[in-house]
């Protein structure tokens, strides 16, 4: 892959749940590659912290939400000399669009993205993925660490449990059930954190894309969530990938797929910049 450098621009990468800025190290190393100036800041409280001592403690994140989350990238995206491309990833998705909402970025593509207010479909599979956090209200109140069976079954449903395994090591933590709780309850919550209008004139352009093998956030969930987005009349568009898990960031054709979203990023940036 390869971008002239006259169409470089600066990307802000936001990971999600039960995991860290880590996650997009293939992405970034491809991005900048390619010219690009690539930031991935962790959510408040993680940071640029490793693994092993985000496992040993998580007092400093495990009460965040959605609202802490989003407010702790804002001023990130704005402090840039230029309205940046945003992408995220599952809840960093979410994120995605609720910095888009607020008049931020260039363009954005929500990967996979945790449901907006207004979804309203639950799988099952998204249902059980969630569970380890959501079984216990009092998780609203702190971090839960999947165990390698239930990453194996939200994250690397693809991959087999020798090559899930690495994969666990490398990446999980333990993870704030806070927002979990919020995307759960928010159609009954009319000031919900996850709430965005879907009739903002200003916001950016914005891709949203899913994957057929995924269980925690299900290509019906992010179908839902365009066609919500879609209301609005701005640039919205959707992609679904065959065989793709919610690492899809990571798994084997990881490059297709950040390409394709570099591509799309770069070309709608433009067109709104003229418009």
Known sequence: MSTDSPSAQTIVLIHGLWLTPLSWEHWKARFEAAGHRVLAPGWPGIDDRDVEDLRRDTSAYETIGVTEIADHYDPIVRELDEPPII?????????????????????????????????VILPPSQLKSAWPALKNPANRHRAVMLTPEQFHFGFTNTLSEADAKPVYERYAIPGPGRPLFQAGLANFNPHAATKVNL?????????????SEDHTVPASTVKASYRLQSKGGRPTEYKEYAGRSHYTAGEPGWEQVADDALEWAVNHSRQAAVV
């Open 87 to 119: 992408m995220g990833h599952s809840f960093g998705g979410l994120i995605t669009q609720l910095l888009l909402d607020r008049g931020l970025g260039a363009a954005g593509v929500a990967i996979h993205p945790g449901p907006i207010k207004g979804v």
């Open 199 to 211: 009739h903002n004139d200003q916001r950016a352009p914005l891709l949203l894309t899913s994957g």
